[in-house]
């Protein structure tokens, strides 16, 4: 579909969905990222009752065939939840769920202002106020996160370990799944992994609202620090302390490795933080699990992106990239487990 043809169907779309007329559509632009779906910008201008109306929206939208699938219809709901609840979060619009409106399973959102990109938090000036205050900020928004009640929102239809199955057995044997069923060839650091994590089982913890990707580069941040939580297709009801230990995932640190939160916090600040605003308390034991469990988990997506670029579903130099990382996370999950 080109531009110019999604302008015309998404000024069809919001007239209907905001029940308005004359809608224009304005700075429609493809934006960079998401490796999984498209994300577009734009301006919807309409006029409600006597006066013109200006909307800053964000388009979230299937590409189409790629391997790891979500549903927009259940990442919408679990963001008006999270929006209801006080979440920094964007506030959600309109779905679109039948392709036949905008081309692909789709929904809009507020666009917030901000930045993303993880080289400008850890490098620039400007965002070192952001820097001191994120793991903080961080650590207390995932709080609020895991307090979403999944029963009053009705999320029944997340993912969730079965009755009487810890989250961490949950996970552990649902990418295990994914690993076996896609890997082209073998990995024994990965092996050594899956052995290490079935003998470092945490017990069960309490259910809660997962976000599933919480980490740097999925927050809108200025140099105040956090505004906005992104990117909710991951969301399932799991063990709170996934997110925290994926937040710690070397991926998520971009070279800064000396501070293990996003490269900018401490673990144990980050825990302290959580648990200061309301977060049950997380020990090192179960964080560590999450850690390497989280690194085994990004080393598995990692070849998820690659054969979809292999397969021809989504041709993307970006997806071939991300692939030959998957020898970084080897190394990184090599030194995890051997630590005493």
């Known amino acids: 579909m080109t531009p110019d043809e999604l302008r ?114 850890l490098r620039d000036a400007e965002y070192a106020p952001a820097r001191e205050r994120l793991t ?24 969730a370990p079965e009755a009487g199955q810890s989250p961490a057995l949950a996970e552990l044997e649902r990418y295990e799944q994914i690993y ?13 992994t899956l052995r290490w994590l079935r003998q470092h089982l945490p017990g069960d913890a309490v259910h809660t609202l997962v976000h599933g990707d919480y980490r740097i580069g999925n927050v809108i941040f200025g140099p105040e620090g956090l505004r906005a939580v992104l990117d909710w297709e991951l969301a399932h009801v799991g063990d709170p302390a996934e997110d925290l230990g994926w937040l710690c995932v070397r991926a998520w640190r971009f070279g800064s490795d000396h501070k293990p939160v996003g490269g900018i916090g401490e673990r144990e600040d980050l825990l302290a933080a959580y648990a200061r605003a309301g977060g049950a308390a997380v020990d090192a034991a179960r964080l560590r699990f999450w850690e390497v469990f989280g690194n085994l988990r990004w080393a598995i997506i990692c070849i998820m992106q690659a054969k979809t670029h292999l397969d021809g579903l989504v041709r993307s130099v970006e997806l071939a990239a991300i692939g030959r990382r998957i020898a970084e996370t080897e190394i990184e999950l090599l030194n995890l487990i051997d630590e005493p």
């Open 8 to 121: 015309e169907r998404l000024a069809r779309f919001i007239a209907t969905a905001a029940n308005v007329t004359d809608v224009r559509i304005e700075g429609l632009r493809k934006l960079p990222g998401g490796a999984s779906r498209e994300i577009w910008s734009l301006d919807a201008i309409y006029r409600q009752g006597r006066d013109d109306v200006r909307l800053p929206l964000v388009l979230r939208r299937d590409p189409g065939g790629a391997t790891l699938q979500s549903q927009r219809r259940e990442e919408f709901r679990v963001q008006q939840a999270a929006y209801a609840e006080g979440v920094a979060v964007p506030r959600p619009y309109w779905l679109a769920e039948d392709a036949a409106a905008l081309g692909a399973p789709s929904y809009l959102m507020q666009r917030v202002d901000g930045e993303t990109l993880a080289r400008r938090l």
């Open 136 to 159: 903080e900020q961080l650590g207390a928004m995932l709080a609020r996160i895991h307090a979403v009640d999944v029963a009053r929102h009705d999320l029944r239809f997340l993912t």
């Open 180 to 192: 076996r069923g896609i890997a082209p060839q073998p990995h024994p650091a990965f092996e050594l």
